[in-house]
């Protein structure tokens, strides 16, 4: 069974695309509301149920924060591919910040991973949004991964990065 977000409570979210901009715990600056240190927040969501949801193929969504994870799965899968290769911590850390610094597509422009799950941007100021808050989103999760993809002495937490080798959603990872 396919895990869930916890975030169904949908009242007084913003949305950009039927992307919920969801509370984080970030000191990066960014859309998203702040959420307090100790609540769980949809990147902890994510990662927790990363190695379990990777295996589906097919993923019921029950509401939109579900889209949010499922989005979240697919660029932690990018993600672990980009450091499949790299042996050290540093060497992670330098593919992450590459990967935070390539454009991030939104509903509607090449690139994007999920056609036809979120509707497209009504207006500019919309699409402007929503690509904020998935940079903004993207670089939270790049900076938690990389605490769990890799031990404290800075080598490999190989647990972790055998997941790069999976597809999520039947969706090729480009390398």
Known sequence: ??????????EGITKACGFPLLPLKSHIKGPAPVSEQDRTDIVDEAITFF???????????NSSADK???????YINVALKRLEGCRTLAEGTKAIIN???E??????EPGFPFPGLFPLPQSDKEAEL?????????????GRLLSVAYKSN?????????FAKRKFMNIIVPS
């Open 51 to 61: 190695r379990a949801n990777v295996f589906f193929r097919n993923f019921d969504i």
């Open 99 to 101: 990967l935070g610094l």
């Open 103 to 108: 454009k991030v597509p939104v509903p509607g």
């Open 130 to 142: 929503l690509r904020n808050y998935l940079k903004q989103i993207r670089e939270e999760a790049s």
């Open 1 to 10: 069974m396919v895990y869930h977000s916890s975030f169904v409570d949908e």
């Open 154 to 162: 800075g080598t490999p937490n190989k647990w972790w990065l055998a």
């Open 68 to 74: 949010l994870l499922i989005y979240l799965t697919f």
